[in-house]
Nanobody, 121 residues
């Protein structure tokens, strides 16, 4: 059973920083794209950032210049460094990954359970 487990959320003051981690575990052949999404109360889940296996990145306009996504393929882990956090960044942050299983060798999309990030003003 493949699982994504996030960590690193918490409460921070505006202007502060947090680093989220998401580790994939289970029997898998390869992890392709990984990413972070977030969902604020009363809003739809939205993309924050994605990263390909070859480290090509994509960011939402609202986080460009403040957030950095990275990954460690040897550890099956993706990170999100969040700087200059603002109250509007408050949300549950979800990890997402496209993972190829050993057998059948098909790609499946997985979500983590989410981690709360709260930014106080």
């Amino acid at each position: 059973q493949v699982q994504l487990v996030e960590s690193g959320g918490g409460l921070v003051q505006a202007g502060g920083s947090l680093r989220l981690s998401c580790a994939a575990s289970g029997i898998m052949s390869r992890i392709n794209a990984m990413g972070w999404y977030r969902q604020a109360p009363g809003k739809q889940r939205e993309l924050v950032a994605t990263i390909t296996r070859d480290d090509f990145t994509n960011y939402a306009d609202s986080v460009k210049g403040r957030f950095t996504i990275s990954r460690d393929n040897a550890k099956n882990t993706v990170y999100l460094q969040m700087n200059s956090l603002q109250p509007e960044d408050t949300a549950v942050y979800y990890c997402n990954a496209d993972i190829v299983r050993n057998w059948p060798p098909n790609e499946f999309n997985y979500w983590g359970q989410g981690t709360q990030v709260t930014v106080s003003s």
